[in-house]
């Protein structure tokens, strides 16, 4: 057993600098030096050793001595650090990954029950090895086995018929382990278990194995609080310090040992039982409950300002204030909000490299790789690589752009014979150029991909050396260089550790799932973060201990990240627990420590809670923030439920690349120049008068290609085209003077004919299960049309036209009028009740003209009204707008509301519906472009911008003209 020394508790505040000085306080040698040569610091990670060693450093140079520095180690190196490394070499995790998903391969299904499928392929196979490997690290660190495990699970009511499955996992990492002999190679925790054995002299397989080198006289367990059972083992016969990251306990001249403390152990482990029984206590006051991650960074931005404020000269010193981002998958997304505001950050965790450009941009590649069809291809021209190679050697196409176009009116198809369709074949003009573009970009592309060989697999290393050349092609294609060499250099490193596996364990894979097998190799690389001695430092959370800065803001305060779920299907928690192994309550009470020290060092943290996540889906608060008790944990309950005040957007700007905004600067009239707008164009700006500004001034819009099957959208221009080519078959018989069609099955084979022809001309012949329903859907609902149009017929309207251009003047008293253009979907006639303007309405809802347009008492929508009031007086007779109706014909889901809905209450007032037209256009020539109205609906290209999105979506949003 290790000799252990009294704890020290060093407290909260400044616990390394009080380290290095406990450290330093002994005598000098010889040298005039203090030797720690022979001294082991363990901390739990590399960023709290780098940070002891500059503690160390500053308290040393402040004493005026010279120091020789000790070693230090992480709990995962303990073992080595200890006892050294054995002469046969250890296989690095990739090498064990490998040979493990080839014994996965090879194994028959009953081997494999409950624990892979029998045909997974090789991205599954790599999955579950890193799966079976973690679980076997956590059992080997508790000191245990697999057939403790088994004989666990036997005993377990819980788990009891699991026993076969375990002893199958058992002998999988057993044949892994045996094949890693064979090929020279010692299992990480066999390498470890047999140091340990090899110190305490309990190993038979210690000679000639391993290599011992001197082990430190001492050892420091520096805020330490999880160390497993085999590494205190292997403190064995070493004096042990250690050093607790906590005030020392209430009461502590009291006990009857100045050991004894009742939150940890001898060597400073947090004891569950105690923290989950008296958590630490996070003022009411100190959190802030916040809708979403945005409103997080707005109110961080918030805080900073205002210590600024506080502070000497208004001058914040970054090394004061540390943010704690809790939830670390959101640190890069809130580095780049905070940034926007003019605060600079350094991750102190780095940058993933899976959010890197290169790693969408090989993400990306295996899509199109895997897919092979003209939808994988759209995401590879618009990705910023291809995009850019692509367009140099086009002299400046745009495949993208191209590609949009084409996928605007066509369903995605296979890419095995090449890019599809006839470039002369488009309907119109830019439909040719732009299937021209995209056979010129597809030869591009294969060209560049062409490294990737013509086979459909081939081996790992074959695949990966190819997949190397490809990105060197497109990193070529810009002078300057398309990415890092720090960054290249990282996938490269990655490839190396792919390639190095022995042959007979290469693979046989596709491109797209080399390609995968690579990035889940990088998922968990980051690249360092620049250092920037002015920017403020973001931490994650089990780094908040070691942190020296005075105040501190906690992020992401819900319960996924703070502690977190974790469900292991392999070593279950109740498992777990039972066995001794790190289970849930050690986590939990490991993240009460941490939460103890952020009170201990600054009182007054603010932990900022957010309600729901960037998709708006709801988040749950963290259960470290209810440590409250009786009366007071209901207040808090209370407190932390109500919904949070929303934020002024039209405020000040969080990020200036998030929301751009009008600005006026060299235009003292604020005048806007738009030479005509559509009649949706209205709505929108009655929407969202900023959301108005960046769509049809600033031109932005996002792609709105057609999926594999009908949106709403596409449904209903499907169902638009059947109505249609029935009109125009309906007006050439007027024409010819006969009566208008009121025979049903008539009326609906000619609807499903065109349909039938509006799917062909959007995704070919072939049609997928699910389009063959939406097929038959759309036909069941066309006979209810169908019959419906033979009853209007009966009654005696007639078809007038179809798809009518609008191009009219709208007056505007004392300015020019505005041009208008739109597209009335039908245009019907009766001898005696005259003239009505209809719209097909498609959508599931069903909602009838007054509703859409008017709502409590304001106008939304002023399609209808503008319809009669600018094309009335272009009928035959220019009838007056009151002597024309408008109305929806209804095509829902119900077949009882079916038909014709006429406008009632719009129409009444219709003259005030074109004085709100008239505002519109003022507004908009004004440049008032206030950021109000509802937040952007789901799929809003806007939403990307505005960083917000709701669960709703808009009726027909089919475009005009």
Same mark, same amino acid.
């Given at each position: 057993?290790?000799?252990?020394?009294?704890?020290?508790?060093?407290?909260?505040?400044?616990?390394?600098?009080?380290?290095?000085?406990?450290?330093?306080?002994?005598?000098?040698?010889?040298?005039?030096?203090?030797?720690?040569?022979?001294?082991?610091?363990?901390?739990?990670?590399?960023?709290?050793?780098?940070?002891?060693?500059?503690?160390?450093?500053?308290?040393?140079?402040?004493?005026?001595?010279?120091?020789?520095?000790?070693?230090?180690?992480?709990?995962?190196?303990?073992?080595?650090?200890?006892?050294?490394?054995?002469?046969?070499?250890?296989?690095?995790?990739?090498?064990?990954?490998?040979?493990?998903?080839?014994?996965?391969?090879?194994?028959?299904?009953?081997?494999?029950?409950?624990?892979?499928?029998?045909?997974?392929?090789?991205?599954?196979?790599?999955?579950?090895?890193?799966?079976?490997?973690?679980?076997?690290?956590?059992?080997?660190?508790?000191?245990?086995?697999?057939?403790?495990?088994?004989?666990?699970?036997?005993?377990?009511?819980?788990?009891?018929?699991?026993?076969?499955?375990?002893?199958?996992?058992?002998?999988?990492?057993?044949?892994?382990?045996?094949?890693?002999?064979?090929?020279?190679?010692?299992?990480?925790?066999?390498?470890?278990?047999?140091?340990?054995?090899?110190?305490?002299?309990?190993?038979?397989?210690?000679?000639?194995?391993?290599?011992?080198?001197?082990?430190?006289?001492?050892?420091?367990?520096?805020?330490?609080?999880?160390?497993?059972?085999?590494?205190?083992?292997?403190?064995?016969?070493?004096?042990?310090?250690?050093?607790?990251?906590?005030?020392?306990?209430?009461?502590?001249?009291?006990?009857?040992?100045?050991?004894?403390?009742?939150?940890?152990?001898?060597?400073?482990?947090?004891?569950?039982?105690?923290?989950?029984?008296?958590?630490?206590?996070?003022?009411?006051?100190?959190?802030?409950?916040?809708?979403?991650?945005?409103?997080?960074?707005?109110?961080?931005?918030?805080?900073?300002?205002?210590?600024?404020?506080?502070?000497?000269?208004?001058?914040?010193?970054?090394?004061?204030?540390?943010?704690?981002?809790?939830?670390?998958?959101?640190?890069?997304?809130?580095?780049?909000?905070?940034?926007?505001?003019?605060?600079?950050?350094?991750?102190?965790?780095?940058?993933?490299?899976?959010?890197?450009?290169?790693?969408?941009?090989?993400?990306?590649?295996?899509?199109?790789?895997?897919?092979?069809?003209?939808?994988?291809?759209? %995401? &590879?021209?618009?990705?910023? !690589?291809?995009?850019?190679?692509?367009?140099? $050697? #086009? /002299?400046?196409? =745009? +495949? @993208?752009?191209?590609?949009?176009?084409?996928?605007?009116?066509?369903?995605?198809?296979?890419?095995?014979?090449?890019?599809?369709?006839?470039?002369?074949?488009?309907?119109?003009?830019?439909?040719?150029?732009?299937?021209?573009?995209?056979?010129?970009?597809?030869?591009?592309?294969?060209?560049?991909?062409?490294?990737?060989?013509?086979?459909?697999?081939? %081996? &790992?290393?074959?695949?990966? !050396?190819?997949?190397?050349?490809?990105?060197? $092609? #497109? /990193?070529?294609? =810009? +002078? @300057?260089?398309?990415?890092?060499?720090?960054?290249?250099?990282?996938?490269?490193?990655?490839?190396?550790?792919?390639?190095?596996?022995?042959?007979?364990?290469?693979?046989?894979?596709?491109?797209?799932?080399?390609?995968?097998?690579?990035?889940?190799?990088?998922?968990?690389?980051?690249?360092?973060?620049?250092?920037?001695?002015?920017?403020?430092?973001?931490?994650?959370?089990?780094?908040?201990?070691?942190?020296?800065?005075?105040?501190?803001?906690?992020?992401?305060?819900?319960? @996924?990240?703070?502690?977190?779920?974790?469900?292991?299907?392999?070593?279950?928690?109740?498992?777990?627990?039972?066995?001794?192994?790190?289970?849930?309550?050690?986590?939990?009470?490991?993240?009460?420590?941490?939460?103890?020290?952020?009170?201990?060092?600054?009182?007054?943290?603010?932990?900022?809670?957010?309600?729901?996540?960037?998709?708006?889906?709801?988040?749950?608060?963290?259960?470290?923030?209810?440590?409250?008790?009786?009366?007071?944990?209901?207040?808090?309950?209370?407190?932390?439920?109500?919904?949070?005040?929303?934020?002024?957007?039209?405020?000040?700007?969080?990020?200036?690349?998030?929301?751009?905004?009008?600005?006026?600067?060299?235009?003292?009239?604020?005048?806007?120049?738009?030479?005509?707008?559509?009649?949706?164009?209205?709505?929108?700006?009655?929407?969202?008068?900023?959301?108005?500004?960046?769509?049809?001034?600033?031109?932005?819009?996002?792609?709105?290609?057609?999926?594999?099957?009908?949106?709403?959208?596409?449904?209903?221009?499907?169902?638009?085209?059947?109505?249609?080519?029935?009109?125009?078959?309906?007006?050439?018989?007027?024409?010819?003077?006969?009566?208008?069609?009121?025979?049903?099955?008539?009326?609906?084979?000619?609807?499903?004919?065109?349909?039938?022809?509006?799917?062909?001309?959007?995704?070919?012949?072939?049609?997928?299960?699910?389009?063959?329903?939406?097929?038959?859907?759309?036909?069941?609902?066309?006979?209810?049309?169908?019959?419906?149009?033979?009853?209007?017929?009966?009654?005696?309207?007639?078809?007038?036209?179809?798809?009518?251009?609008?191009?009219?003047?709208?007056?505007?008293?004392?300015?020019?009028?505005?041009?208008?253009?739109?597209?009335?979907?039908?245009?019907?006639?009766?001898?005696?009740?005259?003239?009505?303007?209809?719209?097909?309405?498609?959508?599931?809802?069903?909602?009838?003209?007054?509703?859409?347009?008017?709502?409590?008492?304001?106008?939304?929508?002023?399609?209808?009204?503008?319809?009669?009031?600018?094309?009335?007086?272009?009928?035959?007779?220019?009838?007056?707008?009151?002597?024309?109706?408008?109305?929806?014909?209804?095509?829902?889901?119900?077949?009882?509301?079916?038909?014709?809905?006429?406008?009632?209450?719009?129409?009444?007032?219709?003259?005030?519906?074109?004085?709100?037209?008239?505002?519109?256009?003022?507004?908009?020539?004004?440049?008032?472009?206030?950021?109000?109205?509802?937040?952007?609906?789901?799929?809003?290209?806007?939403?990307?911008?505005?960083?917000?999105?709701?669960?709703?979506?808009?009726?027909?949003?089919?475009?005009?003209?």
């Amino acid at each position: 057993m290790p000799e252990h020394s009294t704890p020290i508790h060093l407290g909260s505040g400044a616990p390394l600098v009080k380290a290095a000085s406990v450290l330093l306080d002994r005598p000098v040698d010889a040298l005039g030096e203090v030797d720690l040569s022979r001294v082991l610091v363990v901390v739990p990670g590399a960023r709290a050793g780098r940070q002891f060693l500059l503690a160390l450093v500053a308290e040393a140079e402040g004493r005026g001595i010279r120091f020789v520095p000790p070693r230090t180690t992480t709990p995962s190196e303990l073992v080595f650090s200890m006892r050294g490394r054995p002469a046969q070499p250890v296989a690095d995790r990739p090498l064990h990954r490998g040979v493990l998903a080839a014994v996965l391969g090879a194994a028959d299904a009953d081997t494999l029950a409950g624990v892979i499928r029998p045909d997974a392929d090789w991205i599954e196979r790599f999955t579950v090895a890193d799966a079976l490997l973690d679980a076997d690290r956590t059992v080997a660190a508790a000191g245990r086995d697999w057939a403790d495990v088994v004989s666990t699970v036997e005993r377990s009511v819980e788990l009891g018929g699991e026993s076969d499955r375990y002893r199958r996992i058992e002998s999988l990492l057993a044949r892994a382990e045996a094949d890693l002999g064979n090929l020279g190679w010692l299992a990480p925790e066999t390498a470890k278990r047999l140091l340990v054995e090899a110190g305490l002299g309990a190993s038979d397989e210690v000679e000639g194995t391993v290599a011992f080198m001197d082990a430190p006289e001492e050892v420091v367990l520096l805020g330490v609080v999880d160390l497993s059972a085999r590494d205190e083992a292997v403190l064995a016969g070493c004096t042990v310090h250690t050093m607790i990251l906590a005030a020392p306990p209430a009461g502590g001249d009291a006990l009857p040992d100045a050991r004894l403390d009742p939150r940890f152990d001898a060597i400073g482990r947090v004891a569950p039982a105690h923290w989950i029984a008296t958590p630490p206590v996070i003022p009411l006051a100190s959190l802030q409950i916040e809708d979403k991650p945005i409103d997080e960074a707005e109110a961080v931005v918030e805080m900073l300002a205002s210590a600024a404020d506080a502070a000497e000269g208004g001058r914040l010193d970054p090394e004061s204030v540390a943010i704690v981002v809790a939830d670390e998958t959101a640190a890069e997304s809130f580095r780049r909000e905070i940034e926007a505001a003019g605060v600079t950050v350094h991750l102190a965790g780095g940058r993933a490299f899976a959010r890197s450009g290169l790693a969408r941009t090989l993400g990306t590649l295996a899509i199109h790789l895997n897919r092979r069809d003209s939808d994988g291809f759209g %995401r &590879l021209v618009a990705d910023p !690589a291809f995009a850019a190679a692509i367009g140099r $050697r #086009l /002299d400046g196409l =745009d +495949a @993208a752009a191209a590609w949009s176009r084409w996928a605007e009116s066509d369903m995605p198809r296979p890419l095995a014979d090449g890019w599809p369709g006839d470039p002369d074949a488009g309907e119109r003009a830019d439909q040719g150029t732009a299937r021209r573009t995209l056979h010129a970009a597809d030869a591009v592309v294969t060209e560049i991909l062409a490294p990737l060989g013509v086979t459909a697999t081939d %081996r &790992l290393d074959r695949m990966l !050396a190819g997949l190397l050349e490809v990105l060197q $092609r #497109l /990193d070529d294609e =810009d +002078a @300057a260089g398309l990415w890092s060499e720090e960054i290249l250099r990282l996938v490269r490193d990655a490839v190396g550790e792919l390639i190095a596996l022995p042959e007979a364990l290469q693979p046989t894979v596709t491109a797209a799932e080399a390609i995968r097998l690579l990035l889940g190799t990088l998922d968990p690389a980051r690249l360092p973060d620049p250092p920037d001695p002015a920017a403020i430092e973001t931490i994650g959370w089990l780094e908040a201990p070691f942190d020296p800065a005075g105040r501190v803001v906690v992020t992401g305060c819900h319960d @996924a990240a703070l502690p977190g779920r974790f469900t292991d299907p392999i070593l279950p928690d109740s498992l777990r627990a039972t066995m001794g192994l790190e289970d849930e309550a050690r986590r939990h009470a490991r993240d009460l420590w941490v939460l103890s020290t952020i009170l201990g060092r600054d009182p007054d943290a603010r932990f900022l809670v957010p309600r729901r996540d960037p998709r708006g889906e709801p988040h749950v608060p963290s259960r470290l923030i209810f440590g409250d008790r009786g009366p007071a944990l209901a207040r808090r309950v209370v407190d932390v439920f109500t919904r949070p005040s929303a934020r002024n957007r039209g405020g000040v700007d969080v990020s200036g690349f998030g929301r751009p905004r009008p600005t006026w600067a060299d235009d003292a009239a604020r005048t806007v120049n738009i030479d005509r707008l559509s009649v949706t164009a209205f709505r929108d700006y009655l929407a969202s008068p900023y959301r108005f500004w960046l769509k049809h001034v600033l031109g932005l819009r996002g792609p709105d290609p057609i999926g594999r099957e009908l949106d709403a959208r596409t449904f209903g221009t499907v169902l638009h085209h059947a109505v249609e080519v029935f009109g125009q078959q309906d007006i050439a018989r007027h024409a010819a003077g006969e009566r208008p069609c009121a025979d049903p099955d008539r009326i609906h084979q000619t609807m499903v004919d065109a349909m039938s022809e509006a799917i062909d001309r959007m995704c070919g012949s072939k049609r997928g299960a699910g389009l063959l329903l939406q097929e038959r859907i759309l036909t069941a609902r066309l006979r209810v049309v169908a019959i419906r149009q033979a009853e209007l017929a009966t009654e005696g309207w007639r078809i007038h036209a179809v798809e009518d251009q609008l191009d009219a003047l709208l007056d505007i008293p004392g300015e020019a009028p505005m041009p208008v253009r739109g597209r009335i979907d039908r245009i019907d006639h009766h001898p005696e009740k005259g003239w009505r303007l209809i719209d097909f309405k498609t959508s599931d809802a069903g909602k009838r003209p007054d509703p859409s347009h008017r709502t409590k008492g304001r106008w939304i929508d002023l399609q209808l009204p503008l319809y009669r009031g600018l094309h009335a007086g272009t009928l035959p007779g220019a009838p007056a707008p009151a002597e024309v109706a408008t109305g929806y014909f209804l095509v829902t889901p119900d077949p009882g509301k079916i038909g014709f809905a006429p406008s009632k209450k719009i129409d009444e007032l219709h003259e005030e519906a074109m004085d709100m037209a008239r505002e519109v256009v003022r507004n908009i020539r004004d440049g008032n472009f206030d950021l109000t109205g509802d937040p952007p609906w789901d799929g809003d290209p806007m939403a990307l911008v505005q960083r917000t999105r709701s669960l709703g979506g808009e009726d027909d949003a089919e475009d005009e003209g």
